[in-house]
């Protein structure tokens, strides 16, 4: 592994490595003290929105899926069913800065996508699927099928006093004949 600090957090990048995807840098936000600071803000913003990290919580009616896709219209997004009951949702963001100044002028450009697929359960209902869009935040909505609970029937339990009360009458009475 090399020591020598890399321009993308310091560490080099590592799939085995849990850690080496962390975006969080202490140093944000001071001059020149972080090994990201020559690197464009448009980078980190593709990097993140490339990297869409979507929750998926179970509840006891529905699937919810939340994605935080910051600076994107819900134009810009896909959600979709296919057939096997797998949920993808997918985006694509184009951007263009252009700087203009006394001494500089700068155009820079970013384009990414991201796809994310989830196997739903068995139990989803993807014809009722619903997705909304609020403050940059993506949720999806999957209904699930109500379970058919069987019928129980309830059964009143005897004591056992009552049942050897009875035996005992019963076999009294047998000796007697």
């Not at 490595?17 to 980190?44: I, K, R």
């Not at 203009?100 to 450009?109: A, P, S």
């Not at 029937?153 to 050897?164: G, Q, T, V």
Request: net charge negative; no cysteine; proline share 6%.
């Amino acid at each position: 592994m090399s020591l020598i600090p890399s321009i993308f957090g310091g560490r080099r990048s590592n799939i085995f490595d849990p850690f080496s995807l962390d975006l969080w840098d202490p140093f944000e936000g001071f001059p020149l003290s972080s090994n990201l600071a020559n690197v464009p803000n448009s980078a980190h913003e593709t990097y993140a929105f490339a990297n869409a990290r979507i929750d998926w919580k179970e509840m006891p009616e529905a699937h919810i899926f939340k994605a935080d896709l910051p600076g994107l219209k819900k134009e810009e997004v896909k959600v979709e069913v296919e057939e096997g009951k797998v949920l993808q949702n997918s985006g694509e963001r184009s951007k263009e800065q252009e700087e203009k100044n006394d001494q500089w002028h700068r155009v820079e450009r970013s384009s990414s996508k991201f796809l994310r697929r989830f196997r739903l359960p068995k139990n989803a209902k993807i014809d009722q699927v619903k997705a909304s869009m609020e403050n940059g935040v993506l949720t999806v909505t999957v209904p699930k099928e109500e379970v058919n609970k069987p019928e129980v029937k309830a059964i009143d339990i005897s004591s056992y006093f009552f049942l050897s009360s009875q035996i005992a009458s019963v076999s009294s009475s047998v000796i007697d004949s």
